[in-house]
Nanobody, 116 residues
Framework: QVQLVESGGGLVQPGGSLRLSCADS????????IGWFRQAPGKEREGVSC????????SSADSVKGRFTISRDNAKNTVYLQMSRLKVEDTAVYYC?????????WGQGTQVTVSS
């Protein structure tokens, strides 16, 4: 049973950093490409970053390139999103999902708020 759980969100000042985690106790995440997505109030959900099942390939949206890094530790069945130099416009609920192009399973999301 798929049960993706995100953690690590919170309130941070502009320029700060956070690391989000995505874990699952029911499936082996190493079988899947995993994507991070976000949805800000009043906006559509957008893709942030994607990592291949092996971790050898990653991609990120232009808006976060150079600031966010996606990685995974398949031994820990966990995918990470390291977010640095956060901006107010990064405020959103962040979700992880299995597969990046057509996500099928989603976590419940974790709130990231960037504010001074």
């Amino acid at each position: 049973q798929v049960q993706l759980v995100e953690s690590g969100g919170g309130l941070v000042q502009p320029g700060g950093s956070l690391r989000l985690s995505c874990a699952d106790s029911g499936i082996t995440l190493g079988f899947y490409n995993i994507g991070w997505f976000r949805q800000a109030p009043g906006k559509e959900r957008e893709g942030v970053s994607c990592v291949s099942s092996s971790g050898s390939s990653t991609s990120s949206a232009d808006s976060v390139k150079g600031r966010f890094t996606i990685s995974r530790d398949n031994a820990k069945n966990t995918v990470y999103l390291q977010m640095s130099r956060l901006k107010v416009e990064d405020t959103a609920v962040y979700y992880c999902a299995t597969n990046c192009i057509r996500p099928d399973y989603w976590g419940q999301g974790t709130q990231v708020t960037v504010s001074s």
